[in-house]
Every structure is written in C-alpha cells, then in structure tokens.
C-alpha cells in the first residue's frame, strides 16, 4: 500500500510550524523550495506519518537557509553591537548568539553570496594570514549587488602580524564589489589591498603602521575610498597602480613615510581631501590622469611638492597647495617653487590657494579648518564645536556658483575645502566682512600683465575694493585701480610700477582689509 508522508518547517527553532507538503514515502525524497526563505539562521524540518501524527522526526540540528548575515567576534561582549555570545569557531557564525571566531574559517565554512554582509563586532583581531576576500565570495554585477564587511563603531581593529613582503590585513583579490566599513586595521606589508578587483567600496577606514603602503590598488578600476584615515605607514598612504577610474572622497593621508597619494592610471580623482606632511611628495601622478578639487596639499620639507607629475595630465583646481620650510607647490615638466610658477607651468589651479590652512591640531590629526565664528570649529578630541581666533583661508574657498548642500550655516554659500568641506563637521564661515588677497601669498615674480585673483566675504551689495601696490614692504602704497567685489580677479599692468624685490598687494575696503 502506497502511504503519505507529510513535511514542515519552522524558522523560529521549533516554537512554530508551517507545511510544506506531502509525498509518497517510497519515494524517500522531497523536493524543499526555499525561496521563500531568505536569511533564516534557525530553520528544522519534519517528517510526519499522514495516517499516524504520533510516528515523527525533526531534524536534530538549527539549520541556516539563503543566510545573508554572518557574524564574527572575539573573546569578550564588552562595546559589541551586534553579538550576543563570543565568538566560537565551532558555531555556525549566521546568528548573533552564535558567531565564529575567526573570518577566514567563516569564509571556508560558507560560501558567501552577494548581498549579503560580514558583521564583526566591536573588538582586536590579531591575523597571522591575510583576511582574504576571493572572486567566489564576491558581489554581482547584475543589479550591483555588494558584499559587505561591516566593523563595528564602537572599534573593530584588526592587526596583521606578519611583516613579511605582500602580507595584507585585507586582501581582496579578484573580488568585484566588495564594500568594507568602520574598520582599522594596522600592520602587515600592506594594510588593505585590491587586486583584480573592481566596483568596490572601502569607508569610514582607519589605517596606520603598514610596513609598505597603507592601501594597494593593483590593476582595481571604480573603487571608491571614502572617509579613510591613512597614517603613520612606511611607505604611501594610497598607492594605485595600473588601475582607472577610482576616487579618494573626504579623506586624510597624513605623515606616511613616501608619498601621500599615488595613482598610474586614467581618470583617477581625488576630492575634498587632506594629504599632509608625508615623507616625499603628497599628491604623485606616474601615468594617466588625474582630477583634483577641493583639497588641501601641505608640503613641509626641501624636495618635497604638494603635486608632482612623473606622466600624464593633471586636472586640477580649488585647492590649496601650501608648503614650507623649503618645500615646492608642484613638479610639472620642471619645479615650480609657488603657486604662481604651477599656475604658469602646469595651466592648472587657476582658483587654488597657497596659505597656512590653519588646521586644529595636526600632532593628533585634527583636520579640521579653525573658524572665528561661535561654536564654527568641530574639534575632533572632544567631539563638539568651539571656535578659535583665527579664520581658515580654506573656509569658502570653493566655487562662487557650486551648491552647498551638506555644510551647517553660516556657509557663506560656497563649499569649504579639505576633507571636511560639504559634510556636517564642516567649518562655519566668519558672518564679518572680510577680505583674503590670493594671488602670490607664497611669493613669486610678477612681470608684464598678471591676474590677481581674491576672496571677499563683504555684505553690501554692490561693494567695491581698492587695490594697492606697495614697493618697500607696506610703508608707503599707491592705488592701482577700484573694482566690484565680486569681480574676484583684476588684470595688472606691472610695467606701469616701479619693481621691486620688497613689493606687496593688498586689497582695501571701507570694513576689511587683506595683503600680500
């Protein structure tokens, strides 16, 4: 006699069941649709006699269908997020109170599937191998779907051990859109690398102490780095070879032993970021191109720029190259030693700055710019606002007709530059008029016609400034011409003046005052 059998599932452990269906016990298979289930941790299955509901089986153990949540976590509960129980490698790692303990035994365990994401809570992760993302657990092209790796904000710190060459903390290698979030990760040669990979997404990254470089981009096009804090490497902060069309956004990359940015590629960007005091040069192009906007470069030693070109084009504008203590503005075909010289030499950064950025505390990599306005500078140690006696050059030094969108009033209706610039901790404007004459603050030489270029924060509609030259160092001026305000630029006829090796240009109105 041919005899029912039939099945059930619940997703809640046992506490519920649902049927799935019937089928000949002879048959001794049953055909289990499981779409419907869609990150399920806690799934069993029945089996029930259809003439005797007294003859049943369960299976024994939680059973995790189409999971697209893995958990990992260390040895202690205290700041996590998302675990409730330590990490064991002997869990499942698909629930919060049973997570693995180490990624890469998760990553041999299960076969991650796009869409889905790694959550590693709050803790210190010591590698002794690389944390190493493959193409076989990476995201889809196919309505650009992502895998992600999301660290925990309370801390997720992973430390590579090894400083042999190539040993990475992350490695994501022939993987496409991976994202990785609210992590720091520290040592190995290098801290985080991309091979082959592409459409990823690396945010909210702290990075510091790599043996070589901080981020390697190796033939890796579309990537986006995003809030990432490089520091404190050996070699460059971000170096990206062979590899087009990524972008640096919002960014800090500061004091690395090399170079500050790096790329050998087409179309690679760089945008409202801060690359400062590294070791060589800040911003290096090898090959290709590279756009360049809203930054802010600080060289600070001899031989070193804030831009130097090897190859390729730059594109570049909105910016302020600063550099010091015998350092140079840019490499182009030659050295430029000031602003004036990259502008001639390069045909770029005709609306850039050269001033002092008047960063908040550059020891303890503070970027903000310092503002004169109540409660106008986010200060990083205390996480609030104070304001300062001094007012950032940088604070609405963007284009007079872009959009402000993120940055809290006053925002003087233009964007401030740096990595801070258009986001909510940017820096308030000064409500005062005031005045800042840009055009050789670093020096340089003016002969025949010149462009002298300012910034005016003057309420009055319709406000005029006076131009002045000066040829012994601001003891005595003589008037060069009265324009708008807004006008922002003047053409100066120089052989109408005496030179001089002591001369000075100032901008004069009846509320403000700047020179040069």
């Keep these: 006699r041919r005899t029912n059998l039939y099945y059930a599932q619940t997703v809640d452990g046992g506490a519920t069941w649902s049927n799935l269906g019937s089928a000949l016990i002879e048959s001794q298979t049953y055909n289990w649709d499981t779409a419907s289930l869609q990150d399920q941790p806690d799934v069993k299955w029945r089996i029930e006699l259809a003439a005797d509901p007294t003859v049943t089986d369960d299976s024994d153990n939680l059973l995790a269908v189409n999971p697209q949540r893995y958990f990992v976590n260390d040895s202690s509960l205290i700041g996590d997020l998302y675990c409730s129980q330590t990490g064991d490698d002997r869990n499942d790692g698909v629930s919060t109170n049973r997570p693995m303990a180490t990624f890469n035994t998760l990553l041999a365990v299960h076969k991650i599937e796009p869409a889905a994401t790694l959550y590693i809570d709050t803790g210190d992760y010591l590698l002794t191998n690389d944390f190493e993302i493959t193409g076989d657990d990476g995201g889809s092209a196919t309505g650009a779907v992502y895998v992600t790796v999301q660290g925990s904000t309370n801390g997720t710190v992973i430390g590579r051990t090894s400083r042999d060459i190539r040993a990475t903390g992350i490695y994501i290698n022939d ?119 809203y930054n802010i470069a600080c060289a600070e030693a001899t031989n070193s720029f804030c831009l130097y070109r090897v190859d390729g084009a730059y594109f570049s504008d909105y910016n302020d190259l600063y550099s010091t203590n ?94 801070y610039g258009e986001t909510d901790e940017a820096s308030l404007s000064n409500t005062n008029d005031w005045l800042l004459a840009v055009s050789y603050n670093d020096g340089g030489s003016a002969r025949g016609n010149v462009l002298l270029h300012w910034l005016n924060g003057l309420a009055e509609t319709g406000a005029t400034v006076q131009i002045d030259y000066s040829r012994d160092a601001g003891f005595s001026w003589q008037l060069v011409t009265n324009l708008p305000a807004t006008n922002l630029y003047c053409t100066w006829r120089t052989t109408n003046y005496i030179g001089s090796p002591l001369a000075l240009w100032r901008l004069f109105s009846s509320t403000a005052t700047d020179s040069v």
């Excluded at 170096?239 to 090399?258: H, L, R």
């Excluded at 050998?264 to 060589?280: E, K, Q, W």
């Design 326 to 419: 015998g350092a140079s503005v840019g490499y182009y075909s030659g050295i430029q030693r000031c602003l004036a010289d990259w502008q001639a030499g390069a045909g770029q950064d005709a609306n850039s700055l050269a001033h002092d950025p008047l960063f908040v505390d550059t020891l303890a990599g503070d970027f903000h710019v310092r503002s004169l306005a109540p409660a106008g500078t986010f200060v990083t140690a205390t996480g609030s606002r104070t304001n300062f006696y001094e007012q950032s050059p940088c604070i609405d030094a963007g284009p007079v007709f872009g959009v402000v969108t993120n940055e809290p009033a006053p925002d003087g209706g233009r964007i401030n530059l740096g990595a």
């Design 175 to 293: 993987a496409d859109r991976v994202s990785i979030k609210d992590l720091t990760v520290t040592g190995g040669y290098y801290a985080v690398s991309l091979s082959a990979s592409s459409y990823c997404q690396v945010s909210n990254l702290v990075i510091h102490h790599s043996v070589w470089n901080g981020i390697q981009l190796e033939a890796s096009d579309h990537t986006t780095l995003r809030r990432v804090n490089v520091h404190h490497c050996k070699g460059t902060g971000i170096y990206g070879d062979q590899s087009d069309y990524n972008q640096v956004q919002f960014s800090t990359i500061w004091t690395n032993g090399a170079d500050g940015v790096f790329f050998n590629g087409t179309s690679n960007a760089l945008y409202h970021s801060v690359v400062a005091f590294n070791g060589d040069d800040q911003v290096v192009l090898g090959g290709g191109s590279l756009y360049s906007r």
